[in-house]
């Protein structure tokens, strides 16, 4: 996706295309009406998935988008999922269950990152694809993630990272070359660990508390537990105007207040139990001390009314005119086959109480997201709509329910602790073993020239403390040895979890460059190879000529300054040379200005690990704990030092 189509795509939306891989030659309208057809298979497919879930803004839906622009006709959709990530990785996992039991279709997914399923994977793409040559070349296929690759030696297949398929094009080589076109085994088990845990992540994602609400506001979630998100977004986006329909809380009052158990999406719930909010007088909203067991049931209660008393005050009363029944509608039929027979009554008999509470449910989907002419009510319209169909409601058999309610769930898991969240880190980093291992090598790289009891020393207590200096010097060196280029440096890979591979043809020229061809071999073109070698060779020589004598006048210049005071050198005496030390003293130079000439060859080298290790501490130091320069580059070379404790 280029940068200018990046920018139309809305922040936090995301955005999903299916594509037929191997579209007929039929007319339009017969295409039409066959991805028309699919959109109802397909939405009769996840809604068992899609009942239980409670979204943020904005549900999974799908529609028939005819040809334009150079797109192939398709079904496509878009929801906005705001504050909850997770809504869009669930997105991600419905589409591949969808090309898994649709195989004849592909899926495109993006948000205003673009391509946001290689940043999953973006320690293991190849170098050849970033942001710019990846538009139109990434699906979901069957079930698994596809890459169009680029051609190269060993494979003449593919697409031109300088050329942009167009979708089309795409299609056409999935359907000819699907397992060439398959992510490497790395990327695709990024993304399946990312997916990890759905459906049952469905679940888990919930949060139920207890909350005194005014009992219309429990009748409506009764009938829509979904309308809970809609309303806790009311309350947490509120503003001054909206609070002054909250004076008197005319659609729901508080004084039929009822204990009853609300269903949230983890996200609602911190968003809903974190905000400070103290009630008007005028609202009649009176909270018990906070040392009362059921203060918390109150307080968002209290917030969950507020959020419902704002929704409704934005909008109307829809028309009273009454719907048609559902079962007049001709797609109603085909849409409950299709739940039978993917399992979604779980074998429940018919005229049970769970089946007439599952089809309640169906009920409720099918008018929103599968009936041709969808609901255009707001969520505030919903609400009134459900309140006034069941106004009609007993509160005193709703407060003798009060005792029978199921226990709530524990919300300890808003409590993180600085240990957590650093697991978490490293887990979500994957670099926990890379850096562990290396700092175990390096320092006994580093401790061969000491006795014994000294190496053991000094290994317990990094082992207690969990670091090494000797490692974040040579994480440093490596990083500077790294690859870089304008677009950033390659961050240095530990050799361990590095898997050996050898390319034949790649060895056997190199064997036959080591060893040199048989003169009959040769010909024209390796003459002039062997020509433009040596030209190359002698003009890297003349450059580093050049920067050596460039740095040697910058030396020059310096020793006339001060700055050297601020630099630690070694001091290398006879003694320390002849025991063959590693570790001579070290010193400052440059007391003076003066004499420069006559103590240029006492100049002692620079103590340059020292130099480094000292300007780190010193930078975290100043840091204070928070996030900074040298906090950040050591954090991604996997080194972790704890905080300083020493108030000096």
């Known amino acids: ?64 988008i005819p040809e334009k622009g150079g797109v192939p006709a398709h079904i496509g959709g878009s929801t906005h999922f705001g504050d909850n990530v997770e809504d869009e990785w669930f997105i991600v996992y419905l589409l591949q269950q969808i090309t898994e039991a649709f195989p004849e279709l592909a899926a495109r997914v993006e948000d205003n990152d673009g391509e946001f399923l290689l ?36 494979s003449p297949f593919g697409v031109s990272k300088d050329v942009v398929p167009s979708v089309a094009q795409a299609l056409a080589l999935l359907s000819t070359h699907p397992k060439t076109c398959q992510a490497s085994p790395k990327i695709s088990s990024a993304l399946r660990k990312r997916l990890e845990g759905y459906p049952e992540k469905i679940k888990t994602g919930l949060h139920r508390a207890h909350c005194f609400i005014p009992a219309g506001i429990a009748k ?10 809609p309303a806790v977004s009311a309350f947490y986006l509120r503003d001054p105007i909206d609070l002054q329909v909250c004076r008197s809380f005319k659609t729901f009052p508080p004084d039929t207040r009822v204990l009853t158990l609300v269903t949230f999406t983890r996200c609602l719930y911190a968003q809903l139990h974190q905000q400070q909010f103290t009630p008007d007088r005028r609202s009649n909203f009176t909270l018990p001390p906070r040392s009362h067991p059921q203060y918390k049931a109150h307080e968002l209660g209290m917030k969950l009314a507020h959020g419902f008393e704002i929704l409704c005050a ?46 309640r449910s169906a009920e409720n989907f099918f008018k929103q997201f599968v009936a041709s002419k969808s609901s255009t009510l707001s969520p ?55 850096f562990c291992s290396q700092n175990s090598s390096s320092t006994r790289q580093t401790q061969h020239v000491r006795d014994e009891e000294e190496k053991r020393k000094e290994t317990e207590n990094e082992e207690e403390t969990g670091y090494s200096l000797v490692a974040v010097s040579q994480g440093m060196k490596s990083f500077l040895n790294a690859m870089s280029s304008h677009e950033g440096a390659e961050l240095p890979c530990s050799s361990s979890t590095q898997p050996f591979s050898v390319d034949p043809d790649t060895m056997a020229n190199a064997l036959d460059r080591l060893l040199g061809r048989k003169e009959e071999e040769l010909d024209s073109d390796d003459l002039d190879d062997e020509e433009v070698e040596e030209t190359e060779e002698t003009n890297n020589l003349e450059t580093l000529d ?103």
Not at 29 to 51: D, R
Not at 220 to 229: C, F, I, K, T
Not at 330 to 344: A, C, E
Not at 410 to 418: E, V
């Open 1 to 64: 996706m280029d940068t200018m189509q990046r920018r139309m795509t809305e922040e936090d939306v995301v955005q999903y295309k299916l594509f037929l891989v191997q579209p007929d030659c039929s007319t339009s309208q017969q295409t039409g009406e066959h991805l028309s057809h699919l959109v109802e298979e397909i939405m009769a497919k996840v809604a068992p998935l899609l009942i239980q879930f409670i979204w943020q803004h904005q549900s999974f839906n799908l529609k028939y």
């Open 380 to 434: 505030g319209e919903e609400v009134l709509q459900l309140f006034h169909s069941c106004n009609s409601f007993d509160l005193e058999e709703l407060r003798q329910q009060e005792s029978q309610l199921p226990q709530e769930d524990s919300d300890s898991w808003l409590d993180i602790t600085a240990q957590d969240l650093e697991r978490m880190l490293q887990e979500r980093s994957g670099r926990r073993s890379d």
């Open 546 to 648: 050049s920067l050596r004598g460039y740095m040697d006048q910058m030396d020059q210049e310096l020793m006339s300054t001060n700055i050297g005071q601020s630099f630690t050198q070694m001091s290398y005496n006879k003694p320390d040379l002849d025991k063959g030390s590693l570790h001579p003293s070290a010193t400052h130079s440059f007391s003076g200005e003066g004499g420069v000439e006559e103590r240029e060859e006492d100049i002692q080298p620079l103590d340059v690990d020292l130099n480094l290790v000292t300007n780190l501490l010193e930078s975290l130091s100043c840091q204070a704990g928070l996030a900074g320069p040298a906090s950040n580059l050591l954090q991604s070379l996997g080194l972790h030092l704890p905080p300083n404790s020493d108030s000096s």
């Open 220 to 229: 409506v979630l009764a009938q829509r537990p979904d309308l809970v998100a």
């Open 314 to 359: 934005k909008c109307r009363l829809p028309s009273s005119e009454p719907n048609a029944s559902i079962s007049c509608n001709p797609q109603w039929k085909n849409f409950m086959d299709s739940l039978k027979r993917n399992g979604y009554f779980r074998g429940e008999l018919e005229g049970s109480a769970r089946y007439r509470e599952l089809t």
């Open 119 to 154: 940043i999953e994977a973006a320690d293991y793409l190849p170098k050849w694809l970033n942001p710019d040559t990846s538009e139109n070349r990434v699906f979901l296929y069957r079930g698994e993630l596809h890459i169009l690759p680029c051609p190269s030696t060993s």
